[in-house]
């Protein structure tokens, strides 16, 4: 199947960016007296580098549709918004250090600034969602309200469900729980929403936000899954995370879920022990319930002596093969453009990307 190559595919997402950035200046206020300790702190993240790939997918898929480049750009902006502010929060849950390289904002602002930035981000996404009903009708900006709604909704249980894992320190999971907590967390947010939005604002039939949704759906899980592999096996720089933060915040990935299937008794005994501990606030922060960094090397040596990270890829290839075919079928409805060649270039991208 035709599409852009890897160097076209990051051309594309650095000017949907430029695009969105820029929006994203214009909607967030300056010159006011909460500049310092709420405003200029709001473009941290955003700005940061990052792919944009939430709002490159809501404008593939509506001008592939034959919609407007004006139209979709202020509902673009507010996903790139809402992704920042979840991260923000994100970060705080997870007690995550870094975040595109650099400290999180917590770290660096302290827990109660960033937080009030990540709900300040999401408050002003009412703003731009409200403006649709003036620029493209009630009937498609109630539809944006409805889905971004829905998103916000499937985005908290889908967390819900991983930090009520982490609670009460369940571990013994099957794949389908996995790929439900994903669809809720990860793929909602990441892709159905910007998907299905670029769909509504260019007109498309019913037919093809069928599609769209389950092209979505496979498109989000495959990504997912090398977003948990790349936390293991990606060069520091080019990633911009903690390498093996996942283990440190003890994340529930697909291949944790394949190591407490497939390691012996006692190796599935002591990842338990090691994922159930806490991580340390700093380095003086020690203890039995502590993780140490020896664990955590042990514990992601685990996962390459089962198997499990090479179990991760393949599955993550089957759901990108899977989302190929189902757009082949799609495209036939889509003029040869650019957008149409973005989309079908993703389609390994999700899976070959090394950040």
């Known amino acids: 199947m035709d599409g852009l190559s890897s160097a076209e595919l990051s051309s594309y997402l650095e000017e949907v960016r430029g695009w969105t950035l820029a929006e994203i200046d214009r909607i967030i206020p300056r010159g006011t007296r909460h500049d310092d300790e709420l405003y200029a702190l709001m473009r941290d993240y955003p700005f940061r580098e990052a792919k944009g790939l939430r709002p490159a997918l809501c404008f593939a898929v509506c001008r592939a549709l034959g ?4 139209a979709m750009m202020p509902t673009a902006a507010v996903f790139e918004l ?7 929060h994100d970060d705080v849950e997870d007690g995550s250090l870094l975040r595109r ?3 999180t904002l917590h770290r660096q602002h302290g827990v109660p600034i960033a937080v009030n930035v990540g709900d300040a981000m999401l408050a002003l996404c009412l703003g731009p969602l409200l403006d649709n009903t003036r620029t493209l009708g009630v009937g498609k900006a109630l539809r944006l309200l409805e889905l971004v709604a829905r998103m916000a909704r499937e985005s908290a249980e889908g967390q819900a469900i991983e930090l009520g894992w982490i609670r009460r320190g369940t571990w013994s999971l099957a794949d389908r729980d996995y790929y439900r ?6 793929t909602w947010y990441s892709f159905l929403a910007p998907m299905l939005a670029g769909a509504i604002v260019a007109g498309a039939t019913p037919q093809q936000q069928t599609r769209i949704r389950l092209l979505a759906s496979l498109m989000g899980t495959a990504f997912q899954i090398q977003d ?5 096996v990606a060069a520091e720089r ?6 093996a933060g996942d283990l440190w915040e003890g994340k529930h990935t697909l291949m944790i879920v394949a190591l407490m299937r497939s390691a012996d008794e006692a190796d ?3 990842a338990a022990a090691v994922l159930r501990k806490r991580r340390p606030v700093d380095d003086g922060d020690t203890g039995p319930d502590v993780k140490t960094e020896e664990e955590v090397t042990r514990l992601r040596d685990h996962l390459f002596k089962y198997g499990c990270v090479d179990y991760a890829r393949r599955r993550a290839q089957q759901r990108a093969d899977r989302a ?4 082949s079928v799609l495209r036939g409805a889509l003029a040869p453009s650019v957008h149409r060649d973005f989309l079908a270039g993703l389609m390994q991208y999700l899976v070959t990307r090394n950040h």
């Not at 907590?181 to 990860?186: D, N, P």
């Not at 948990?228 to 293991?232: C, Y």
């Not at 080019?238 to 390498?243: H, L, Q, R, S, V």
Request: glycine share 8%; proline share 3%.
């Open 228 to 232: 948990d592999v790349l936390n293991l």
């Open 101 to 103: 390289d650099r400290p």
């Open 67 to 70: 919609g407007g480049h004006e």
């Open 238 to 243: 080019a990633y911009g995370k903690e390498i």
């Open 82 to 88: 809402y992704h920042n502010a979840f991260l923000i």
């Open 181 to 186: 907590m994903v669809h809720k967390k990860t």
């Open 268 to 270: 599935r005994a002591a």
């Open 324 to 327: 190929a075919r189902l757009f």
